[in-house]
């Protein structure tokens, strides 16, 4: 469904995703990096099914991930930075007041 | 549409009392088509909150009236062929103001000699039970009965329902005026072609009054707008649906103190609605500005606001849309179902902030009336006769949608 249009240009930098090193490139958002056919999803729904980035400009929603342990972040508008932590959410985070981030 | 229809009854408006008036009216045997200009829910009832209540009426008459209605839905719910994410798990009334507290234990006793399930927390147990609850919070009234549910998935269910006993049901249909032959209803025209009938059922919400003026009836409902926001997915935040106490003095009109001047402006008192999707609904206010549903961002935020002061962790969610309604409000709070002074004109509208409450029973009643039986359930309080004959309609407000 997307490809992308130009030859590699940036400084190469790794990210994490669910903990292994995947190399991407500077100026790329996490959602681009995700949408690498290898990985394909970025959370699953209410009912359990998978979902992905889908808009692409922070309207949908569908790109929903934790990032460096903030859960809920749309992985459209969040640019890769080296060393970043991405992991998948399955379901709604947690904000139960012993499990949050304060 | 394009030959001449006929219906034994045709009712107006596919919102949650519409479609609640024709699979009633269908149930019952009666050849009935129901007309809605737009889809299933097009106007208000798309536009809310899913609650279904009893917290908000004093003891009374009319306190038992939404009990019964409410008993409707733990039926329904067994025979509509749609998942309307029926939730029986109660609502909690929130006190936060200390001189509230009388009132409510007095509502409380009240309610209970009513025989409803309710239950006090204390501080201590109100904590226990929802560890995110603001330190403000001083007390929770349960009302154990009452539930949320998905208004827009009641529609349809109501709607389908419906056609599965005999129904007609033309969405995409505008009425544009109504007919009289010999002193009473004969008909009903469309943007598609006339209906005859010798009976027509309004419950068209804010719109009523526009019909009613086709027939020289004049219906006093009118537009009072209400904010809800609607947060990311999140779990743990909330065991159920809560209202606070003040929500009743601001639908009453009346002051309330512990707000500041944003939140008494735009009538601003909190509700908050787990959905079964992880979202959170949080609302709401109430405020005279015509037929506008654009969100306004004060008004969002004064909301917002009233919410952190209940569950301050809501200030850590990140907001995913908001969106208006426009309830159609009466002067005395109490919604118009009744018969009129045009032979089969009726109107069941005007619930303001209970019609998806009040959907099913008003459906039930209306059907007795239009099939000529006394309601089950005294409603002549309701009546429209209570604002005198062919009353002044109100004024409608200033911007138009
Ligand atoms: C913010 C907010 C929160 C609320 N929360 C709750 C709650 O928690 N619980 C509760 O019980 N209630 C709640 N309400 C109130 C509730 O939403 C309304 O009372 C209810 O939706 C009214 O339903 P209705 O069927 O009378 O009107 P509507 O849903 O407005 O239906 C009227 C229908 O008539 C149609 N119509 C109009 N003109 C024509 C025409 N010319 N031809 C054909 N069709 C026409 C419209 O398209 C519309 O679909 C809330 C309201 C708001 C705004
Ligand atoms: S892909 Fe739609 S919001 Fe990110």
Known sequence: MFKKVSASKG????IY???QPVQTEEGMTVAAAVLDPSHGWSRTSHGGQKRGPYCQMGVCHECLMTIDGIPNQQACLTMVVEGMQVYRQDGAPDFHKENSHE | MSSKRTAGAVVIGGGAVGTAVACYLAMDGVDVTLVERGEFAWGTSRRCEGHVVTYDTPPGDYSVFCKTGQELFYEAQKFLPVDFDFTP?????????ESHLETVKANYEGKKKEGFDVTLWDRDELRHREPNIGDNVLACLNFNNDCTLNPMRLCFGLAKHAEANGATIL???RVTNLRMENGRVSGVETDKGLIATKNVILSSGVWTPQMGAMLGVNIPIRPRQGHIIVTERVKGLL??????YGYLLTKHGLKRENVTPDMDKFGVAFVIEPSSA???LI?????FVGMDIRPHPAVMRAVAERGNQFFPTLSDMRILRCYAGVRPATTDELPIISTTHVPGLFVGAGHEGLGISLSLITGKIMSELVRGQAPFIDTSYMSIDRFGFNPPALPAGEASV
Not at chain 1, 11 to 14: C, D, E, P, R
Not at chain 2, 89 to 97: P, S
Not at chain 2, 283 to 287: E, K, Q
């Open chain 2, 89 to 97: 798990e109660g609502i909690g009334l929130l006190v936060d103001d």
């Open chain 2, 278 to 280: 992880g979202t959170v």
């Open chain 1, 17 to 19: 995703f669910e903990g």
């Open chain 2, 171 to 173: 969405p995409r249909t």
């Open chain 1, 11 to 14: 400084k190469i930098v790794t």
């Open chain 2, 239 to 244: 065991g159920k649906a809560y209202v606070e």
């Open chain 2, 283 to 287: 609302g709401s206010s109430r405020r």
